[in-house]
């Protein structure tokens, strides 16, 4: 059995079948009126923020939590709960995550659902056997150098003037790039400088070499303890990063959700460097457009 935190009440929920391919999937939301179309999804939902939820909601603020940092840290917030809170009652059973507005899909050709019925039928519910052979799912990559000319003149004015090769070669607009001209420049650097050692060299090289990155901070893991040391490297790291952005002066978005962005480059980097890795298609539609 596995333990449920519903609020202040905790209750025991028997555990899905041992079985490789089945998925605990948790559902991300800050809204209160998505329960009943998560439940019909069949994931678990999970309330961030300080919505009133219902006790029918894993909550990030019950427990050992952080939630107070939910507008930082995004996603995190509960992945800091579930570390703390819940993971050492899981099996090893597929883990995965999604969110209100993300999902998981069969079918990298799904485009254009109408309803909620057929974006039901579309979602992944279990892992196909092919895929058994890994450690962890990760959504497909997003390529970070195909931004339209206006997007690159508004925000990278100084850089093509220092460096206007970057505006005729794309392979130089690489992660570390994409991410100084929305996160503020050399802040990258500054949370990479905060690393372990371990990780300092091999993190630098993975954003100074790839010009694309596995996004939206979403995976599917089936082993507790990867994903375990996992949270261990993360969120350590994010920690001391608030040292240097801290809180109070992170007006822009791109600034003020400075941790889950870098959270959202170290998650590819960490699992692709650690365990064996595949990628599935996420799809993108918002449950409140319907009805």
Same mark, same amino acid.
């Given at each position: 059995?596995?333990?449920?935190?519903? &609020?202040?009440?905790?209750?025991?929920?028997?555990?899905?079948?041992?079985?490789?391919?089945? %998925?605990?999937?948790?559902?991300?939301?800050?809204?209160?009126?998505?329960?009943?179309?998560?439940?019909?999804? #069949?994931? !678990?939902?999970? *309330?961030? &923020? =300080?919505?009133?939820?219902?006790?029918?909601?894993?909550?990030?603020?019950? *427990?050992?939590? !952080?939630?107070?940092?939910?507008?930082?840290?995004?996603?995190?917030?509960?992945?800091?709960?579930?570390?703390?809170?819940?993971?050492?009652?899981? /099996?090893?059973?597929?883990?995965?995550?999604?969110?209100?507005?993300?999902?998981?899909?069969?079918?990298?050709?799904?485009?254009?659902?109408?309803?909620?019925?057929?974006?039901?039928?579309?979602?992944?519910?279990?892992? $196909?056997?092919?895929?058994?052979?890994?450690?962890?799912?990760?959504?497909? $990559?997003? @390529? %970070? #150098?195909? @931004?339209?000319?206006?997007?690159?003149?508004?925000?990278?004015?100084?850089?093509?003037?220092?460096?206007?090769?970057?505006?005729? /070669?794309? /392979?130089?607009?690489?992660?570390?790039?994409? @991410?100084?001209?929305?996160? *503020?420049?050399?802040?990258?650097?500054?949370?990479?400088?905060?690393?372990?050692?371990?990780?300092?060299?091999?993190?630098?090289?993975?954003?100074?070499? /790839?010009?694309?990155?596995?996004?939206?901070?979403?995976? !599917?893991?089936?082993?507790?303890? !990867?994903?375990?040391?996992?949270?261990?490297?993360?969120?350590?790291?994010?920690?001391?990063?608030?040292?240097?952005? &801290?809180?109070?002066?992170?007006?822009?978005?791109?600034?003020?959700?400075?941790? &889950?962005?870098?959270?959202?480059?170290?998650?590819?980097?960490?699992? =692709?460097?650690?365990?064996?890795?595949?990628?599935?298609?996420?799809?993108?539609?918002? %449950?409140?457009?319907?009805?």
């Amino acid at each position: 059995t596995g333990l449920i935190s519903l &609020g202040s009440a905790v209750r025991i929920r028997p555990s899905l079948p041992n079985y490789m391919n089945k %998925i605990s999937m948790f559902c991300l939301s800050l809204d209160p009126s998505h329960l009943d179309k998560i439940k019909k999804l #069949n994931c !678990i939902p999970v *309330g961030l &923020g =300080n919505n009133l939820f219902s006790n029918q909601w894993l909550k990030d603020i019950s *427990g050992k939590n !952080i939630s107070k940092k939910n507008s930082y840290y995004g996603e995190y917030t509960f992945h800091y709960w579930l570390w703390k809170n819940y993971l050492q009652n899981l /099996n090893d059973e597929w883990i995965g995550f999604c969110q209100y507005r993300k999902f998981w899909v069969k079918d990298r050709e799904t485009k254009n659902i109408k309803n909620f019925e057929s974006l039901n039928q579309k979602l992944l519910k279990s892992i $196909p056997e092919k895929y058994e052979k890994y450690d962890v799912i990760l959504g497909e $990559p997003i @390529f %970070i #150098n195909n @931004f339209s000319f206006s997007k690159f003149i508004k925000h990278n004015f100084f850089n093509m003037i220092s460096s206007p090769s970057l505006l005729l /070669n794309k /392979n130089k607009r690489n992660i570390k790039f994409h @991410f100084d001209m929305w996160h *503020g420049k050399g802040n990258l650097d500054k949370a990479i400088n905060l690393l372990d050692t371990k990780e300092k060299i091999d993190f630098t090289n993975f954003v100074e070499r /790839n010009i694309s990155f596995n996004p939206h901070n979403m995976f !599917i893991c089936k082993s507790k303890k !990867i994903l375990t040391q996992y949270y261990e490297s993360v969120f350590p790291w994010l920690e001391r990063c608030e040292k240097e952005f &801290g809180f109070k002066d992170l007006e822009t978005y791109g600034m003020k959700r400075i941790y &889950g962005f870098l959270a959202e480059r170290y998650m590819p980097y960490w699992f =692709n460097k650690y365990a064996k890795t595949s990628t599935m298609p996420i799809y993108f539609q918002d %449950i409140s457009h319907f009805d």
